[in-house]
């Protein structure tokens, strides 16, 4: 790989490039990540569906970049009260952004 693409350069990429996209250029640089990253996106699809034939309301839940499995919804009754006691595992490899576009 020749080059490394900050944040500035895949905007400056972007806007070169007209209609192409920050996908089009992740596709060039690393043609077989995006198979990579979907075998990782079904396995924790199937990690859940497992989980939920025990605890059928098991979610994944970020959290000030954390990666969390709770055992049912995160935030209950009229002032959405957080549920933290429900916190069946926390993930300490990954880092997962969160907020709301």
């Known amino acids: 790989m020749d080059k490394v693409y900050y944040e ?3 905007d400056e990429w972007v806007e070169e490039n007209g209609e192409e996209d920050a996908l089009a250029l992740f596709n060039e ?3 077989k990540m995006k198979g990579k990253l979907n075998r990782l996106d079904k396995r924790i699809e199937t990690v859940l569906a497992e989980i939920k034939q025990v605890f059928p309301d098991a979610q994944y839940y970020t959290a ?4 969390n499995l709770v055992l049912g919804a995160t935030h209950a ?4 009260s957080p549920q933290q006691q429900r ?5 300490i490899h990954a880092s ?3 907020g709301d576009w």
């Open 8 to 10: 500035s350069d895949v």
């Open 64 to 67: 000030s970049g954390g990666f």
């Open 29 to 31: 640089m690393l043609p």
């Open 96 to 98: 997962i952004g969160d």
């Open 87 to 91: 916190i069946a595992w926390e993930g």
């Open 77 to 80: 009754g009229r002032g959405e």
